[in-house]
């Protein structure tokens, strides 16, 4: 999967020149967390986030009245609280790979370029959709965790074998396991009962972890 298939798109963009009340006022509105700031020509110039608005505000310590501070703030403007540096990604950046550099520098989106030109945003929330996909988080059947030894052919013939009995796979996922003689796996199948699953993959696991009926059909 890559950026373009889950990117938002159009844009919501800000000109770098708003007040920081009116950003504010447009992300609660738009029910967005952030956005890119672009100068008169459209050109990408920053980002800047709820956050960075919301904390454009004078230290608690000031001795300015609440009406002098309202002033302040309606003259503070987005390119003063702004990211200038901009973390991006190509159309063409593989999913993973986004999610990496947000993970890697604790940021919650990314601007993605078309050569020099703003064409998208991928955020942490386009991320998190994506793993409920992923995990089949809204299809109901038998939920699986389980380690298997780290060897050729065992997954091919734990899957092998859940097909065999009649089972349908929803969602598979590999992670980590608990050394390097392991592996962890998480899978959802229907067509199946948890007694059938559980004496169907018996044979090919290391241990069973947790399993149950889940989760909700409701879209």
């Excluded at 956050?51 to 009406?67: C, F």
């Excluded at 063409?92 to 990496?100: F, L, Q």
């Excluded at 370029?113 to 991928?122: A, N, S, T």
Aim: hydrophobic content about 40%; glycine content about 6%.
């Amino acid at each position: 999967m890559l950026v373009r298939e889950r990117m938002s798109s159009p844009v919501i963009t800000i000109d770098g020149k708003t007040p920081v009340m009116e950003a504010l006022d447009l992300m609660r509105h738009e029910n967005i967390r952030r956005t890119p700031v672009v100068d008169a020509q459209g050109k990408m110039v920053g980002i800047v986030s709820d956050k960075d608005l919301l904390n454009a505000g004078p230290s608690d310590a000031t001795t300015l009245s609440v009406w002098e501070l309202n002033y302040l703030l309606t003259k503070v403007q987005v390119k003063e609280v702004m990211t200038k540096n901009v973390l991006t990604v190509t159309e063409d950046t593989p999913i993973e790979e986004a999610a990496y550099i947000m993970a890697e520098n604790k940021i919650g989106g990314l601007p993605v370029m078309r050569r020099q030109e703003l064409v998208g945003l991928i955020t942490e929330t386009d991320l998190f959709k994506i793993f409920l996909e992923m995990m089949g988080a809204r299809e109901v059947g038998v939920r699986v965790t389980a380690l298997v030894p780290e060897k050729p052919g065992e997954l091919e013939a734990l899957t092998h074998a859940i097909a065999k009995a009649g089972g349908s796979f929803i969602s598979f996922g590999q992670f980590s396991g608990r050394s390097e003689s392991d592996k962890l796996v998480t899978f959802k199948v229907s067509g199946m009962s948890e007694t059938a699953v559980q004496d169907t993959i018996t044979p090919f696991i290391e241990q069973l972890i947790d399993i149950r009926t889940c989760c909700t059909s409701d879209k």
